[in-house]
């Protein structure tokens, strides 16, 4: 099956139980990625602003999240 | 429910939680609780294990030999994905090639761990741990030891019970056994 088909049949599900758990499993890879990406910014020497512009997101939110993480 | 705990089973929880910490894991599930009964020296719960010919690397080898189980469910999340026609294996994929192997599953977000340093009971060690109060009960103990400790997980689910099964360990024997050992504790 094509991916279009796919998304068609996942977005025309009426069963909650489907597309929550895949609304929250989209999260928590984006959850991942993020995470993964901030470090690969700081570690490439990218300011927390920088980082911010590019998740479109306030500098003190992006800070407070990862720099425990995150050096 | 742990104010009736010895202060060893209270150092198996203790030691069972800096385990799952050490290995990254985001709960403490039965298998660590077992590990823990182990590292606390000179108690009942090993004395009955000694009943049944377990010992401690026999353990640790059945422990080690079973498939880590996907702390974040990421089976499940893979499936809920692939209903969007994200292809996780795929993504991970690409993302291992631009990071390296397990980029994408590194332990997430430590500080969440750290902090109070608490990390909760899966859902089978929480069950086990209230089975081992039953069973202290039944034998009209006030106490929760070690060894209503093992009994519980015998008698519950989860990786504990699976490894001491398979081992030989049953729950009947396991519970006479410990009264035989506290008769003799008493005695002398």
Do not use: C
């Amino acid at each position: 099956m094509s991916e279009a088909t796919d998304v068609a049949a996942a977005a025309s599900s009426r069963d909650p139980a489907v597309g929550l758990a895949a609304v929250a499993a989209l999260r928590r890879l984006a959850e991942s990625l993020e995470e993964l990406q901030v470090a690969n910014a700081r570690a490439q020497g990218w300011s927390w602003q920088q980082i911010a512009d590019s998740l479109a997101v306030s500098r003190q939110a992006v800070h407070k999240k990862y720099r425990r993480i995150v050096s | 429910m742990f104010e009736r705990f010895t202060e060893k089973a209270r150092t198996v929880v203790v030691l069972a939680q800096q385990d799952a910490r050490e290995r990254g894991d985001s709960a403490i599930d039965t298998g660590h609780v077992l590990r823990a009964l182990f590292a606390v020296p000179d108690n009942l719960a090993v004395l009955v294990l000694e009943g049944f010919s377990v010992r401690q690397a026999d353990v640790e080898a059945d422990l080690a030999a079973r498939p880590a189980t996907a702390p974040d469910g990421s089976a499940a999340d893979a499936d809920a994905l692939a209903a969007l026609g994200i292809d996780l294996d795929e993504v991970r994929r690409r993302v291992e090639e631009a990071f390296g192997p397990g980029a994408l599953d590194r332990p997430r977000s430590p500080k969440r761990r750290w902090i109070g340093g608490h990390i909760p009971f899966a859902k089978e060690a929480k069950k086990a741990l209230e089975l081992s109060l039953r069973e202290a009960l039944r034998m009209r103990h006030n106490y929760i030891g070690t060894e209503h400790m093992l009994l519980g997980m015998v008698h519950g689910e989860g990786v504990a019970h699976d490894v001491l099964v398979a081992r030989g360990v049953q729950l009947d024997v396991a519970r006479v056994i410990v009264e035989e050992l506290l008769r003799g504790r008493r005695a002398g």
